[in-house]
């Protein structure tokens, strides 16, 4: 009994330090949970950070139970893994002391996944898709996703985007945005109504619900929307990415859950 108990408190512990939006999230989270399974860990715990511009919350789908002690927050609030990769003695995102390890990244890089295998990639992302009830792409509609806000520096810059969408968007699709204040007025929406399009409101949705939309579709046009990246790994909608790394991280996962681009099993 007792030697049961001192293994078990030398299980390494992870902290992760989550930031930005659902889609950040599930990167961070995603990374986190194979690294702990690579290490034999049972504790994932999270500090999550909303001192950014638009102060997005923790999703209620990642507030585990336990949380991380005084001091893990306070080492976690240091941020070193970023110190020192800002210095240029190293690049890294993970750093152990003593019996813990702080994860502090983006985790968008195909890289960072290489040390993990098929199998455990896999078993993480079909534990996604059951958490968040995901099905797979059945709507035969493109759904054209136009991410503005937060993703553009100037409104002016968000309207030249949306311009040019406006003119190439397939007929017949389905539209959604975060900014259903601009999609409005009236000159955006003759726009939409003559290339026959369904525009979907979704202010008030939350992004988990805004997540299972996506998934409903089995092509998605979208603009390196991390929201898009998830709904293309975790129901197989095809979606293309213009960022290199986004394109092989989808891809190397959907190969390692055997699923094709379009949701068909390998």
């Known amino acids: 009994m007792l030697a049961s108990k001192l293994l078990g408190q030398n299980k ?21 949970r194979l690294f702990a399974r690579e290490h034999g860990s049972l504790e994932l ?14 999703s209620e789908q990642f507030r585990f139970s336990g949380t991380p002690v005084w001091h893990e927050r306070f080492l976690s609030g240091l941020r070193i893994p970023k110190l020192i990769s800002r210095t240029g003695i190293a690049k890294i995102d993970t750093l152990r002391l003593f019996n813990t390890s702080y994860l502090d990244g983006y985790f968008q890089k195909p890289e960072q996944y290489t040390r993990f295998n098929d199998r455990l990639i896999s078993n993480e992302l079909r534990r996604l898709r059951h958490e968040f009830a995901i099905e797979g792409g059945c709507d035969r509609a493109t759904l054209v996703h136009l991410r503005l806000g937060d993703f553009f520096g100037r409104e002016s810059d968000e309207v030249t985007h949306l311009e040019r969408r406006l003119d190439t968007i397939p007929i017949g699709s389905h539209v959604i945005s975060n900014r259903d204040d601009l999609l409005s007025q009236d000159g955006y929406r003759a726009a939409l109504a003559a290339r026959d399009c369904l525009y979907i ?23 390196n929307s991390t929201l898009a990246f998830w709904a293309s790994v975790l129901s197989g909608s095809d979606v293309s990415f213009t960022l290199t790394n986004l394109s092989e991280l989808q891809n190397n996962l959907l190969v390692a859950s055997r699923i094709k681009s379009g949701g068909v099993p390998l």
Request: overall charge positive; glycine content about 6%; charged content about 20%.
């Open 45 to 58: 715990l999270v500090v999550h950070d909303d001192r950014y511009p638009h102060r997005f919350q923790l």
């Open 201 to 223: 409101q979704t202010d008030g949705e939350t992004p988990e619900n805004i997540l299972r939309l996506m998934c409903r579709y089995r092509v998605i046009d979208s603009n």
């Open 12 to 32: 390494m512990r992870v902290i992760l330090r989550t930031h930005g939006g659902l889609g950040n999230q599930l990167f961070q989270v995603f990374f986190a």
